[in-house]
């Protein structure tokens, strides 16, 4: 195709838009994925660590494993200037930074990939994409079908939807054909009022259904693999309640700092960075009753009722049930690493929580008195995600009599990231002539198990959101009915008198405050 001239001449790429070819569908990739069609990705905030980091890396992963659409091709906006030369430049330094280093395919990938510079407060900039996204469109025959990711600071979520409504890039092509996502990275706003707010400036232009909301956590496979645990084996649901659990424990611990997140981190803090999404999405999948039919509606409508179901904090209580910390200075894999206040771009006196404790009761019949303890931290001990079903004790110990003491309760571990595994505790007798008791564990890893087809969050996030499957993001009902819970206890923590009272420091390195330890620990 010609380079264009006069006023379209200031738009570069299309003229050199090129589709990724995709070979015959690699034998074992879900049939569904067959259905995805063709598409173009605008990714708004490409310059930023998330495109580098995880977006880039997984779309590389499906163009390797033969996942994406035909035609397919990638927009990168931001604010910097750069030809897309440039911006392929980059994004081949981001796959190699991800060990991603095929050259030819890298290449190939990379032919794909365009860029447009545009400033996110300026509507010209937004027709000017307007005007680019039809050309190459044509030019790749996508059919009027775009995904907008915002990967942007969640401030520019607003002026952006909105912007790109004006422009009319909200709504496919003035004949209503193709179709448009949006996909908003979390944070969906910062309390409940924030986050109302925000859906309704993304309502006035987009419809639920063109609504991606991202939490990665329901995109990881053990993740996905609760439901199907809990519900595809008949021997553990009649075990699932107050009457033979005793508590659940639920944590996703780092040992990763803020990083060079601070910016954000500093307005965020870990309840809203990790429990408002990832810590309520895992609670609710451990809770919730069985959809009769596994359909995005349907399973979101049981989660929702979950969080629905929490009991208010008892705000002048809030230190028996919630415990709040920040790391001090101290060791990680045998690295000396600094505290929270002393890492780049932390304010000296910061009371930002990078870690807390939350112990919640679900309000129904089956979890009455069950109580759920939530744990997320950043430089602890271990990089952990992982659900603990605690079961009761036996009711009657049969053995005392020979064996003293207590018998070690079963547990149940869903082990979620890094330890992909299910571990349940039991008891048996310890071979020999000596009547003892000892702990054994049926163990299952998926890695033994499930060495091909794995597929990272990121992607699978990807390929839903182009074959429009909400099962796996939020529905807004859901964003408000946690906010409603969390903003509360969010109010009470940064506006009450003590509040560096009730901040507890802790040791990198460790499992966080030991006032939490004490309530963990506790009988
Ligand atoms: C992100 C948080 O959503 O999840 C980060 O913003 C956190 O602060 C990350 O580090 C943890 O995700 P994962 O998949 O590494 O457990």
Same mark, same amino acid.
């Given at each position: 195709?010609?380079?264009?001239?006069?006023?379209?001449?200031?738009?570069?790429?299309?003229?050199?838009?090129?589709?990724?070819?995709?070979?015959?569908?690699?034998?074992?990739?879900?049939?569904?994925?067959?259905?995805?069609?063709?598409?173009?990705?605008?990714?708004?905030?490409?310059?930023?660590?998330?495109?580098?980091?995880?977006?880039?890396?997984?779309?590389?992963?499906?163009?390797?494993?033969?996942?994406?659409?035909?035609?397919?091709?990638?927009?990168?906006?931001?604010?910097?200037?750069?030809?897309?030369?440039?911006?392929?430049?980059?994004?081949?330094?981001?796959?190699?930074?991800?060990?991603?280093?095929?050259?030819?395919?890298?290449?190939?990938?990379?032919?794909?990939?365009?860029?447009?510079?545009?400033?996110?407060?300026?509507?010209?900039?937004?027709?000017?994409?307007?005007?680019?996204?039809?050309?190459?469109?044509?030019?790749?025959?996508?059919?009027?079908?775009?995904?907008?990711?915002?990967?942007?600071?969640?401030?520019?979520?607003?002026?952006?939807?909105?912007?790109?409504?004006?422009?009319?890039?909200?709504?496919?092509?003035?004949?209503?054909?193709?179709?448009?996502?949006?996909?908003?990275?979390?944070?969906?706003?910062?309390?409940?009022?924030?986050?109302?707010?925000?859906?309704?400036?993304?309502?006035?232009?987009?419809?639920?259904?063109?609504?991606?909301?991202?939490?990665?956590?329901?995109?990881?496979?053990?993740?996905?693999?609760?439901?199907?645990?809990?519900?595809?084996?008949?021997?553990?649901?009649?075990?699932?309640?107050?009457?033979?659990?005793?508590?659940?424990?639920?944590?996703?611990?780092?040992?990763?700092?803020?990083?060079?997140?601070?910016?954000?981190?500093?307005?965020?803090?870990?309840?809203?960075?990790?429990?408002?999404?990832?810590?309520?999405?895992?609670?609710?999948?451990?809770?919730?009753?069985?959809?009769?039919?596994?359909?995005?509606?349907?399973?979101?409508?049981?989660?929702?009722?979950?969080?629905?179901?929490?009991?208010?904090?008892?705000?002048?209580?809030? #230190?028996?049930?919630?415990?709040?910390?920040?790391?001090?200075?101290?060791?990680?894999?045998?690295?000396?690493?600094?505290?929270?206040?002393?890492?780049?771009?932390?304010?000296?006196?910061?009371?930002?929580?990078?870690?807390?404790?939350? #112990?919640?009761?679900?309000?129904?019949?089956?979890?009455?008195?069950?109580?759920?303890?939530?744990?997320?931290? #950043?430089?602890?001990?271990?990089?952990?995600?992982?659900?603990?079903?605690?079961?009761?004790?036996?009711?009657?110990?049969?053995?005392?009599?020979?064996?003293?003491?207590?018998?070690?309760?079963?547990?149940?571990?869903?082990?979620?990231?890094?330890?992909?595994?299910?571990?349940?505790?039991?008891?048996?007798?310890?071979?020999?002539?000596?009547?003892?008791?000892?702990?054994?564990?049926?163990?299952?890893?998926?890695?033994?198990?499930?060495?091909?087809?794995?597929?990272?969050?990121?992607?699978?996030?990807?390929?839903?959101?182009?074959?429009?499957?909400?099962?796996?993001?939020?529905?807004?009902?859901?964003?408000?009915?946690?906010?409603?819970?969390?903003?509360?206890?969010?109010?009470?923590?940064?506006?009450?008198?003590?509040?560096? #009272?009730?901040?507890?420091?802790?040791?990198?390195?460790?499992?966080?405050?030991?006032?939490?330890?004490?309530?963990?620990?506790?009988?």
């Amino acid at each position: 195709m010609p380079a264009s001239k006069g006023k379209d001449a200031i738009l570069p790429g299309p003229a050199m838009a090129k589709c990724i070819p995709v070979p015959d569908r690699k034998a074992g990739t879900e049939p569904r994925e067959e259905s995805i069609e063709p598409c173009i990705l605008v990714i708004l905030g490409a310059t930023g660590d998330l495109t580098s980091r995880k977006l880039m890396p997984a779309l590389f992963h499906l163009y390797l494993s033969k996942r994406l659409p035909q035609p397919f091709s990638i927009v990168g906006c931001g604010r910097t200037v750069l030809d897309d030369d440039q911006f392929r430049g980059s994004m081949s330094g981001a796959l190699h930074d991800a060990g991603l280093t095929d050259r030819e395919d890298t290449a190939g990938f990379l032919s794909s990939v365009h860029y447009l510079a545009l400033q996110y407060d300026d509507l010209a900039s937004f027709e000017r994409l307007a005007a680019y996204l039809g050309k190459l469109d044509r030019e790749i025959c996508a059919g009027h079908s775009t995904l907008f990711y915002l990967a942007l600071p969640p401030a520019l979520y607003a002026p952006v939807v909105e912007k790109l409504g004006q422009v009319r890039l909200a709504s496919g092509d003035e004949r209503g054909r193709g179709r448009i996502r949006l996909v908003v990275e979390k944070p969906f706003g910062r309390d409940l009022a924030s986050a109302v707010k925000l859906d309704r400036t993304i309502h006035e232009y987009f419809q639920e259904k063109q609504i991606f909301r991202i939490d990665h956590y329901l995109a990881k496979e053990t993740v996905q693999n609760i439901l199907m645990f809990r519900f595809a084996n008949a021997i553990f649901e009649p075990l699932w309640n107050r009457r033979y659990i005793d508590s659940v424990r639920i944590s996703a611990t780092e040992t990763l700092g803020v990083e060079h997140r601070a910016g954000y981190y500093e307005q965020t803090g870990v309840v809203r960075d990790m429990f408002q999404n990832h810590m309520m999405q895992l609670l609710a999948l451990t809770a919730m009753e069985p959809p009769s039919v596994f359909e995005a509606e349907r399973v979101r409508d049981e989660k929702i009722k979950v969080h629905r179901s929490l009991r208010p904090f008892q705000v002048d209580a809030i #230190k028996e049930d919630l415990i709040l910390g920040q790391y001090e200075s101290g060791t990680i894999n045998g690295q000396k690493v600094l505290s929270y206040r002393k890492e780049q771009g932390v304010a000296d006196h910061s009371l930002t929580p990078t870690y807390a404790m939350m #112990k919640l009761y679900v309000e129904n019949w089956r979890w009455q008195g069950v109580p759920f303890f939530l744990v997320s931290g #950043k430089r602890l001990a271990e990089k952990k995600s992982e659900i603990s079903i605690r079961f009761k004790p036996v009711p009657h110990s049969m053995f005392s009599n020979i064996l003293g003491g207590k018998i070690t309760a079963n547990q149940l571990i869903l082990g979620i990231y890094p330890d992909e595994r299910i571990k349940l505790t039991f008891q048996t007798k310890t071979p020999g002539a000596r009547l003892s008791l000892q702990s054994v564990v049926m163990d299952f890893h998926y890695q033994e198990r499930c060495t091909d087809n794995q597929t990272e969050a990121y992607e699978k996030v990807l390929l839903d959101c182009m074959l429009g499957d909400q099962m796996l993001f939020w529905r807004q009902d859901g964003v408000e009915a946690c906010w409603a819970f969390l903003t509360p206890i969010l109010s009470e923590c940064e506006s009450c008198s003590d509040k560096a #009272k009730m901040l507890h420091f802790y040791e990198s390195g460790r499992w966080g405050p030991s006032a939490a330890e004490k309530i963990l620990n506790a009988p």
